[in-house]
């Protein structure tokens, strides 16, 4: 007589479920009461997200797409864009309730967060097919052609919830800034206070360390600065960091914040118009550890010399780091060979990438879902 998963012990059990993909995750959960318990549980959605998480093969890494022009959101792995010359996209079953145009603000836990033209907000797990529309914000602010929005989307560790901060700012510095922050356990927005005079340069904040971060420009008028601007989710701090002494002329320029691992990192074009800078901030908050870490050379391509605003730097794989030039994928070697082409197929004129991982995550409570240890089940 065969033996079935269900006579093996509890613990096994619970273990092989851990490193099983999402999708088999959803259809295990129908298969009994007890294991819809268990998969539902808070303690085994954070446990699996932690073992996807730290996966050093990135094989539960996704890689969404956005094309505007068909309206329509492919996904590829991580992992075969590091080991393949061509890859293909699928199709992702994205609400239709969604606007036609969004801008992506950034990805947690394989939350996404997206803003539409009309400034409404969206959270969405595509792992799950599950999405929440967020309640607007009531802001003091005249929305107009000299309104800066800038949003930032995170994850409060100590207080295990999911926040978005809006920070709304006029580019001329006349008017107060107002920031607002959105909580996804009590689905309410509120007021920030105490935040400088600033303008962020780039749409989206990055979430490093339990903390939103904005290239900004920071007031008053007569002695404006750039510097790096953030809010601990955790206490509600503002804090203020320098920007690497980056500049060897009087072109240097910082193209983007970004993330590079777990690690704030400044992409900067300098002297040379097809080199571009990354530094590093290798401990956290201190000044002096912002590290020139390499040189990209940029390929000699009209086209992608044309997208220089739009470059991003995404996840390591041992010596190499994936690179966003605009709508093209390609693959730097930090041993010094040439980048290589990382082409998907199916999906050459997306707008927007962002990388997020397979997960259980919901963006909103799911109401019945019983406790895995009430159950008799522990992890």
Not at 2 to 7: A, G, V
Request: net charge neutral; proline share 4%.
């Amino acid at each position: 007589m065969e033996n079935s998963i269900l006579d093996l012990p509890t613990e096994l059990v619970i273990e092989i479920l851990l490193r099983l993909p999402v999708k088999s995750l959803l259809k295990f959960r129908c298969a009994s009461k007890s294991w819809f318990a268990l998969i539902s549980s808070p303690e085994f959605v954070k446990t699996h997200l932690s073992l996807n998480a730290n996966n050093s093969e990135y094989t539960r890494h996704k890689v969404m797409m956005f094309e505007r022009t068909v309206y329509g959101f492919r996904d590829c792995s991580v992992n075969s864009l590091f080991n393949n010359a061509f890859n293909e996209a699928n199709d992702l079953d994205y609400p239709r309730q969604f606007p036609c145009g969004v801008y992506i603000v950034g990805s947690v836990n394989g939350l996404i967060c997206f803003v539409s033209r009309e400034k409404e907000l969206f959270l969405w797990n595509p792992s799950i097919r599950k999405y929440k529309k967020l309640p607007n914000p009531k802001t003091k602010t005249t929305f107009g052609y000299c309104i800066k929005q800038s949003y930032g989307f995170g994850y409060d560790e100590f207080h295990d919830d999911y926040n978005i901060v809006v920070i709304f700012a006029r580019y001329d510095f006349s008017l107060p800034i107002e920031v607002k922050r959105y909580s996804l356990k009590s689905d309410s927005w509120r007021t920030v206070d105490n935040c400088a005079s600033m303008v962020p340069l780039q749409q989206s904040g990055r979430f490093v360390d339990g903390k939103l971060h904005w290239n900004t420009i920071i007031g008053p008028k007569l002695c404006m600065k750039r510097s790096i601007i953030s809010i601990d989710l955790a206490d509600g701090k503002w804090g203020e960091m320098e920007l690497p002494c980056y500049w060897k002329g009087a072109r240097g320029v910082v193209l983007s914040l970004g993330v590079l691992g777990s690690n704030l990192s400044v992409l900067c074009d300098c002297d040379d118009p097809y080199m571009l800078d990354v530094w590093l901030m290798k401990e956290y908050g201190v000044k002096e550890s912002w590290t020139k870490m390499f040189t990209i050379k940029m390929p000699d391509d009209q086209l992608v010399y044309g997208y220089l605003g739009q470059i991003r730097l995404h996840l390591a794989s041992g010596s190499e780091i994936l690179v966003v030039f605009g709508s093209t994928f390609m693959i730097y070697n930090l041993k010094g060979d040439p980048l290589r082409s990382s082409k998907v197929i199916n999906s050459n004129n997306w707008d927007e990438a962002e990388i997020y991982i397979e997960s259980l995550v919901c963006p909103f409570s799911e109401v019945g879902t019983e406790d895995a240890t009430k159950m008799g089940l522990r992890l």
